[in-house]
T-cell receptor, first 114, second 113 residues
Framework: EPEVTQTPSHQVTQMGQEVILRCVPI?????FYWYRQILGQKVEFLVS????????KSEIFDDQFSVERPDGSNFTLKIRSTKLEDSAMYFC????????????FGEGSWLTVV | GESVGLHLPTLSVQEGDNSIINCAYS??????FIWYKQESGKGPQFIID?????DKRQGQRVTVLLNKTVKHLSLQIAATQPGDSAVYFC????????????FGQGTELSVKP
């Protein structure tokens, strides 16, 4: 069964460092997303991406965050200068169509900022 | 503001019993709803979805009920098994907001053998 894959599964970084989280969405999907989940809390939407541009973003997704689809298969989330409060599980997700269609999630990248 | 909340944070059932997990949503503009299952350390796994033009949808051992009048969503799991133990999230997709999902807090289901 096709799945969303994410790397790394766990990353520890120092405050102020840049982090790039990588994702390979399901191959025929066109819509890509990043969500995050702080430990013990609910999953929160960060950003959606379609046709090489951001289509929606939340208030969490400030100037420290950026997304990119550098090639035909990868989708990345960059955090320029990490803060302690960025520690969370980051989930990549994808869907074949936009709103109102099933969104499939990856296993997550656990980011710890120290 | 927008919110999706769950009535019960934890639910403990006996193996073989039926489970009902409830969810309240507040955005009347939402037209698509999904239930996800999340096991420890893993990503949300799709279980079942329902559109706002329906009030019931059945899958394998699962049923989702939607009551738009009171903005209530429920997930019923028949013959609950130990492998069903996980945190269950409901999520809503507001109309015209693409693939943005608003998640509830989650209910932890514990199945006793």
């Amino acid at each position: 069964e096709p799945e969303v894959t994410q790397t790394p599964s766990h990353q520890v970084t120092q405050m102020g460092q840049e982090v790039i989280l990588r994702c390979v969405p399901i191959s025929n999907h066109l819509y890509f997303y990043w969500y995050r989940q702080i430990l013990g809390q609910k999953v929160e939407f960060l950003v959606s991406f379609y046709n090489n541009e951001i289509s929606e973003k939340s208030e969490i997704f400030d100037d420290q965050f950026s997304v990119e689809r550098p090639d035909g298969s990868n989708f990345t989330l960059k955090i320029r200068s990490t803060k302690l409060e960025d520690s969370a599980m980051y989930f990549c997700a994808s869907s074949d169509r936009g709103g109102g269609n099933t969104i499939y999630f990856g296993e997550g990248s656990w980011l710890t900022v120290v | 503001g927008e919110s999706v909340g769950l009535h019960l944070p934890t639910l403990s059932v006996q193996e073989g019993d039926n489970s009902i997990i409830n969810c309240a949503y507040s955005n009347s503009a939402s037209d698509y709803f999904i239930w996800y299952k999340q096991e420890s350390g893993k990503g949300p796994q799709f279980i079942i979805d329902i559109r706002s033009n329906m009030d019931k949808r059945q899958g394998q051992r699962v049923t989702v009920l939607l009551n738009k009048t009171v903005k209530h969503l429920s997930l019923q799991i028949a013959a609950t098994q130990p492998g069903d133990s996980a945190v269950y999230f409901c999520a809503e997709n507001p109309y015209n907001q693409g693939g943005k999902l608003i998640f509830g807090q989650g209910t932890e289901l514990s199945v006793k053998p």
